[in-house]
């Protein structure tokens, strides 16, 4: 029957091949080879459910495998059941300990389902088990280890990496992006140039040199390694998006306003099959039913589990909440907690959960918060939680912690619009791919501000872009007259931090304010015209 089953794969004949090899599995439940052939039939056809339970019976058969625990594993966390996957691991390492390539699967499963500890502690038993290629473990420690902000921690763990094997790219490149990220530019720049040593045409390392200066002549070789790179062939999605988004900055820089739109135009295609379409009728009504659920009332009916003045900072992508938060986070009473994910993560689905879920439900998630804060930022007294899409869920915060202080951004938006149609953004920001659909955005983000606005009263103040840079004393001042601080001259110098900053905006709040970027739609008026119909109607 095998025989008669490995013939018609041969021939081409997949249908035929299935029913056989079924039937060798009717006569022998643990035939390996047809229970593997049946999962590949399946897995190609689409057929997960099929696959999940082949795959089951198949690790059920043979605990001690590691090829079917992990294949199933690998199939459960696609399926988004992380969970189970995360079980199947144990059962498998608890049979077999030594098998070092599958904890580092598991580790790699915790950390992406946030379980950064347990990770961590898998990433180590790797180590100690003498795993082969230990700075591949490093590497990812140090993610966990920025995931926990834990920073300096990171930084130790790039470098043990690196101790083990000094030309390895990837730890290479995360060091660069650290040192970038804390405002060390020239050690950046000299590890990046040390990785096109090593792969001249290394996608993430051209792109970051070209982000990271000013281009001032249209000759930099820098242009002209992007634009080699970009002529590769087999070059993954993902670094041809990153590159042309490089290249129609550097051409901005070089006031080649309408060749770089043309790059940023073909970035944005290639990101718009990376996030799917944006459904503009859709995002509508999850606006219209949060601004309906999330009333007054609503607020009310939830009761608080913190009087602690928390801070949280909110505003459309590439308002200026990034800048916001650095100007705030040199007074000596704030930090930077940076884009805390916490309740993007905790209010499941996000932001419709907040209909969905209990006030018990939402209570929990407000303890855990606190819970959070105190794990991670114990040194600080007050963080900011600085996340554009924190305008999602403002009626929360109020609702659990009544003493907190929003602070909302704005910015004129075909400034917004048009910064945000010039940077790759992650897949949930679908609408950055077309300049109307952002449009369409900002205008349901007013919308929901002004909501929130009449739910919070004084506890929300809207801050515009341009204020702080024209008028930075009188903007920092009321900010922090809002959050009940006293004037810190230091708020002013914001640019001389060396605190990690992992945004779009490393580079911009790393320099003292400047008013270069306001009105910066005006270079490229005729591309934006639609738009500025669109928003004006």
Known sequence: MLGRARGCLARGDVARAEQFFRQVVAADSRNREALEQLVMIS?????????????????????????????????????????????????????????????????????????????????????TRKIDCPEEVLSNISIVHTNLHQHEEARQALEAALQHNPDYIPA?????????????????????????????????????????????????????????????????????????????????????????????????????KRC??????????????????????????????????????????????????????????????????????????????????????????GRDYVDYLTRHFPAQARVTNKRPDNLLCLGLFRALFPNARVINTVRDPLDNCISVFFQPLEAEQAYANDLLDTGHYYLQCQRLAAHWQSLLGDSMIELSYESLVEMPQSSIGRALEFLQLEWHEGCLTFHEATNRVRTASVHQVRRPLYSSSIGRWKNYANQLATLDTYLRT
Request: glycine share 8%; with cysteine; hydrophobic share 40%.
């Open 43 to 127: 897995l190609r056809r689409g057929q997960a459910d099929t696959a999940e339970g082949l795959l089951r019976q198949l690790a059920t058969a043979y605990p001690g495998e590691p090829l079917y625990c992990d294949r199933l594993a690998t199939l459960l966390a696609k399926r988004g059941r992380g969970a189970e996957a995360i079980t199947w691991y144990r059962k498998l390492l608890a049979a077999r300990p030594a098998l070092n390539n599958s904890r580092y699967n598991l580790a790699r499963l915790l950390k992406s389902e946030g379980l950064m500890q347990e990770a961590l502690q898998e990433y180590r038993n790797c180590l």
């Open 276 to 365: 799917g379409a944006y459904n503009r009728d859709e995002h509508e009504r999850l606006v219209d039913k949060l601004i309906s659920h999330c009333d007054q009332q609503w607020v009310e009916s939830i009761e608080p589990v913190s009087d602690a003045p928390l801070v949280f900072i909110s505003g459309m992508f590439r308002s200026g909440t990034t800048l916001l938060e650095q100007v705030l986070a040199a007074h000596p009473a704030l930090g930077a907690g940076g884009e805390i994910d916490f309740f993007q993560r905790a209010v499941t689905p996000f932001p419709a959960g907040l209909v969905t879920a209990n006030t018990a439900q939402l209570r929990s998630i």
């Open 172 to 272: 290479l490149y995360n060091l660069a992006l650290l040192q970038e990220e804390e405002g060390d530019w020239p050690a950046a720049r000299a590890a990046y140039e040390r990785i096109l040593g090593l792969e001249p045409m290394h996608p993430g390392a051209l792109a970051h040199l070209a982000n990271g200066e000013k281009i001032a002549d249209p000759a930099h070789p820098v242009i002209g390694q992007l634009q080699a790179a970009l002529g590769r062939d087999k070059l993954a999605p993902e670094a041809r998006e990153d590159m042309l988004y490089a290249l129609g900055k550097a051409l901005d820089d070089c006031q080649q306003f309408d060749s770089g739109f043309d790059y940023y135009q073909q970035a944005n295609e290639i990101s718009r």
